[in-house]
């Protein structure tokens, strides 16, 4: 078989081994590379975050459903539309029936907005970032938040994560402190590694796991002691009931003290001032 030179050069130049590690995204992509992958969603959020000099976070949770009144509202009426046509057709009214309850929460969406609006305009100074803002940096109660610093000029931060659906960042996190993460691991370490405070809205399993972490933690005194916020006693009081599991013995009386709630964003300031004692 004739072996040519200058073909060979061309087909080791075009090969897969010839490429700089750091540049092969497929080999980086590889199984075994999973923890340089780790390594490097640890570190890349971190040396930015410190590079922007930010020093400090406010985390918010809450529901990517629950979006502004005038959005669920023509929900509500395109449901109704739908309804009308088919009376009898029980998962339209099962429809209705979730876009009014979602439309009943719409006021949190801008709680949340004048939350964090009020936390940035009193932390954001002298271009210090103390207490910046973070969210997954999804839609709705996410959206909020970032929207409430965006409105007074400050910066916020969201972490992204690749999933299916509602992957896209919203349009009012800074730009330079948006991420986007693959392991939900190493973006809840982000979450709370410079958390003074964590901030949750109504929502469902994401926002659920993401307290109980936060919970866990605290109870075990594996991180920094920090309010946790639960904005709106009555749907946290029919979703969780935290003072059953006391009364069962399967925590602490003690950890019920972990829990704080709030009804108006300047009741959740406060309570996160108190604790800090400013």
């Keep these: 078989m004739n072996h040519n030179a200058d073909e060979n050069l061309r087909e080791i130049l075009a090969s897969p081994s010839y490429r700089l590690a750091e540049e092969d995204s497929e080999f980086l992509a590889r199984e075994e590379l999973r923890p340089v992958r780790m390594q490097l969603e640890l570190l890349k959020p971190e040396m930015i975050l410190a590079e922007q000099e930010v020093h400090s976070t406010i985390v918010v949770f809450g529901s990517t459903q629950i979006v502004e009144p ?77 929207r409430g610093a965006f409105d007074v000029g400050a910066k916020s931060i969201g972490l992204n994560i690749t999933l299916p659906a509602e992957q896209a960042p919203n349009p009012y996190i800074a730009p330079q402190l948006c991420f986007q993460f693959h392991y939900f691991a190493l973006r809840k ?25 936060a919970l866990t933690l605290r109870q075990t005194q594996r991180m920094q002691e920090i309010p946790i916020i639960l904005y709106g006693r009555e749907y946290w009081s029919r979703v969780i009931d935290f003072q059953f599991l006391a009364d069962e013995g399967v925590i602490a009386d003690a950890h019920l003290d972990l829990i704080s709630f709030a009804e108006s964003p300047e009741e959740a300031w406060e309570i996160i001032a108190r604790f800090h004692e400013h």
């Design 189 to 213: 370490l982000h979450f709370l590694l410079r958390a003074k405070a964590l901030v949750v809205f109504p929502g469902g399993f994401g926002t659920m796991d993401e307290l109980f972490d």
């Design 70 to 146: 005038q959005e669920t509202q023509k929900k509500v009426d395109a449901a109704k539309a739908a309804l009308a046509a088919s009376p009898d057709d029980e998962a339209l009214a099962r429809t209705l029936h979730r876009a009014e309850r979602i439309a009943a929460k719409s006021h949190y969406y801008e709680a949340t907005r004048q939350f964090t609006r009020l936390v940035s305009e009193k932390c954001q100074r002298d271009d210090r970032c103390e207490y910046v803002v973070t969210t997954g940096g999804g839609p709705g109660i996410m959206e909020a938040a970032n």
